[in-house]
């Protein structure tokens, strides 16, 4: 898959990218390591050279030994090796960021966590006071059930109580009727099987009819504060690059504020969550667009613009991701939907997803979907097929968020279109067990199929879904990046269990999904994604070989340095790198 290059042939790849050597201009060099810089052959060399923000050579110890002088910052790896700055291709930063700024929030393994924490923040809000868990997933839990409306109503039976579990949650009576919705029909509400009355739990179209009256609001400099203590957490898992999933105007006024004022220490690519009215019209559509301050690709190395994004379904956690076939009746059970042919949520026709490509594709956009189920996935491609009759999509590198089930044919789909894959391995780590106890051997046969769509040219991009909690194990969704590699390399979820083997991927695979794949989806394999000249100094310096360490030891590695654009951002003080400059 790779080779070893120790050759002075660097110099000549140098100079015909217009660098100029002279030990004046180097300002940091690496050398005694392994540098895996992830190009077009996964060369290996020994050493690395930084000016400023740039690489200016890799080659051999006393190739780029000879490039320093006395002020040159000199860095001994002992052996360590080295890869590009890792790009977590979807994250949510900013709420994450604030989600435990003024209180941490507890770990909820079980139900008795849950009922522990909210009786005492009963004890510590005033009754009427909402209270609300951001990101609760029941399936993650040892009971693997929502809670009762009757258990949160007799913890909590003066306080509204709100779960929020993305695409559905669950409420209590007291928030029912502080919203005054609790004799009301709405469809939003699920009702038992045999009673109208309300179960408690609620669908995402419902959640903006909660009264909720003491949401938490920040102001500018603790937003900043607290996404820059976010990104040194980023960094400290070797991540230099991330996709931000969804967001608005706001989030790149907060960004780019960060950058102003010198903050930042991660780049970030922006998706732009827009509003549409799926009942446009294509032209009424166009001139919404048209009025936007924005498209894909505006900004600088820092902040960008990404793909504008719609969510065409629901999530596989809740049971209302969009299946090709009903849940069944093994969900009905653990998801509390009375209906065993549900099939879960979809927000937009094929004919109504159609206009919106087209018109963001000629508009200069990137589109992408949040998508979780197999059915909103075919419905998405179909769309995809028939704007590609009018339109040319390949060039736009538009792509599915999530997605989880891949049938072949929605595969050769992608490959003919050119679709990328921007899919998170954590779901498989901590939600194949319960999937595979619902769904069964036969339907999950195509849930998260790695290997067959790399096979295939499918170029799959790397991202943990961070949402809330800051830990990067414990985090929802823990953003550890090598706890991810290590999923799609040995496919065994949290449970111990090993699901579709011949789906593994190999190391190298893993990595590129993490590094240059994630860097052409932003259109930005010109400028980072591998370590070659000319291109960003974003790089880690890893506590393990990625490429030859025992299998089970890759989610347990550790990045002992990172530095973006040549700055250290991170440093557990294991080099102790000599002369020169250390953190601004």
């Known amino acids: ?19 100029a050597f002279n030990a004046d201009h180097t300002d940091i060099v690496m050398y005694n390591g392994k540098v895996i810089t992830v190009d077009a052959d996964f060369s290996i060399y020994e050493a690395i050279a930084i000016k400023g923000d740039k690489i200016i050579a890799v080659g051999s110890n006393e190739e780029i030994l000879n490039l320093a002088n006395r002020h040159t910052l000199k860095i001994d790896l002992k052996d360590h090796t080295v890869i590009p700055g890792i790009i977590d291709n979807h994250v949510h930063p900013i709420p994450a960021a604030l989600s435990e700024y003024n209180k941490k929030i507890p770990t909820i393994e079980t139900l008795n966590d849950l009922f522990e924490w ?6 510590e809000k005033e009754p009427g006071n909402w209270i609300i868990h951001p990101k609760f997933f029941f399936t993650r839990i040892e009971e693997k059930r929502w809670p009762t409306i009757w258990e949160l109503d007799s913890i909590a039976p003066d306080h509204p109580v709100f779960l929020n579990g993305s695409y559905m ?70 991540i230099t690059s991330v996709g931000a999933g969804s967001g608005g105007p706001d989030d790149l006024k907060i960004l780019n504020e960060l950058e102003r ?19 446009l019209s294509p032209e009424e559509i166009e001139k919404v667009l048209g009025e936007f301050p924005y498209k894909t690709g505006q900004g600088n190395e820092w902040v960008k ?40 949520e979809l927000n937009f026709t094929r004919q109504e997803l159609k206009n919106i490509i087209m018109v963001a594709n000629g508009s200069g956009w990137k589109f ?25 999509l390949k060039g736009g590198r538009h792509s599915i968020i999530h997605g989880n089930f ?77 706890l991810a590699m290590w999923t799609v390399i040995r496919r065994k979820s949290q449970g111990g269990q090993v699901f579709n083997p011949e789906e593994r991927v190999s190391r190298e695979q893993a990595l590129q999904m993490y590094t240059i794949n994630n860097a052409y989806a932003s259109f930005e394999e010109e400028i980072k994604g591998s370590l070659e000249v000319g291109k960003l100094a974003d790089l880690s310096i890893l506590s393990k070989d990625i490429l030859t360490c025992h299998e089970d030891s ?13 700055r250290i951002v991170h440093d557990d003080n294991s080099l102790n790198p000599t002369n020169g400059r250390r953190n601004r």
């Open 406 to 482: 891949f049938s072949e044919k929605a595969i050769e789909t992608m490959k003919a279109l050119h679709i990328y894959a921007d899919m998170q391995p954590i779901w498989f780590y901590k939600d194949a067990d319960l999937l595979h106890e619902v769904l069964g051997e036969s339907r999950m046969a195509h849930f998260q199929p790695y290997r067959t769509m790399m096979d295939s040219a499918i170029i799959v991009n790397g991202g943990s879904d961070h949402m809330v909690k800051l830990d990067p194990e414990e985090s929802i969704n823990p953003y550890n990046p090598f």
């Open 305 to 344: 613009v990404g793909a504008l994004k719609v969510v065409l379904d629901g999530g596989i956690l809740t049971g209302t991701a969009f299946m090709g076939y009903p849940w069944g009746e093994k969900a009905v059970k653990v998801y509390g939907f009375p209906d065993r042919e549900y099939r879960g």
């Open 1 to 19: 898959m790779f080779r070893i290059r120790l050759l002075p042939v660097i110099f000549f790849i140098a100079a015909a990218a217009g660098w």
């Open 554 to 566: 890759i989610k347990a590695i550790k990045p002992v340095l990172t530095m973006v654009g040549g």
């Open 261 to 279: 004022k010198g903050g930042l220490t991660v780049r970030v690519c922006q998706n732009i969550s827009f509003p549409f009215d799926p009942k």
């Open 368 to 392: 992408t979907a949040h998508v979780t189920g197999g059915g909103g996935v075919d419905t998405l491609l179909a769309a995809y097929k028939d704007a590609s009759l009018s339109v040319p």
């Open 118 to 123: 909210i009786h005492k923040e009963t004890l």
């Open 169 to 238: 949650g669950m409420i209590n009576t007291k928030a029912l009727t502080a919203s005054g919705i609790n004799g009301s029909n709405d469809p939003a509400l699920v009702r038992g099987k045999d009673s109208d009355r309300p179960t408690g739990l609620i669908k995402r179209s419902g959640f903006s009819k909660l009264s909720i009256t003491n949401a938490e609001t920040f102001w500018m400099e603790e937003k900043l504060e607290a996404l820059l203590a976010l990104f040194r957490k980023y960094n400290a898992m070797g």
